[in-house]
């Protein structure tokens, strides 16, 4: 059974720092593509950052870039989403996803698994 597990998410003030943890179990990393989608209170699911397998192609949101570092340990079968200077809008259920080959990068690439998201609030 294929799970996805994030952890990481809490309370942070504007500027602050949150790094996320997804686990991922009963698949092998392989030619996959993994993804970070948020969703704010009251809004709909927004795209965030994809990377593949070997951790070479990433891309992101225009909002994330320069704040947001997508990374992959293979070792651990972990992703990270590493996020830094966090602001309010920033706030958001965060959820990590996975795609079997063949698969693409960006938003239009569809995952195949999905997490159950933890909660990242930002506020003073």
């Known amino acids: 059974e294929v799970q996805l597990v994030e952890s990481g998410g809490g309370l942070v003030q504007p500027g602050g720092s949150l790094r996320l943890s997804c686990v991922a179990s009963?698949?092998?990393?392989?030619?996959?593509?993994f993804r970070w989608v948020r969703q704010a209170p009251g809004k709909g699911l927004e795209w965030v950052a994809d990377?593949?397998?070997?951790?070479?192609?990433?891309t992101y949101i225009n909002s994330a870039k320069g704040r947001f570092t997508i990374s992959l340990d293979n070792a651990k079968n972990t992703l990270y989403l590493q996020m830094h200077s966090l602001k309010p809008e920033d706030t958001a259920m965060y959820y990590c996803?996975?795609?079997?080959?063949?698969?693409?990068?960006?938003?239009?690439?569809?995952?195949?698994?999905w997490g159950k998201g933890t909660l990242v609030t930002i506020s003073s």
């Open positions: 996803a996975a795609a079997l080959p063949p698969c693409g990068l960006g938003p239009s690439a569809p995952m195949n698994y």
């Open positions: 009963g698949f092998t990393f392989s030619n996959n593509a």
């Open positions: 990377i593949n397998t070997d951790g070479l192609s990433t």
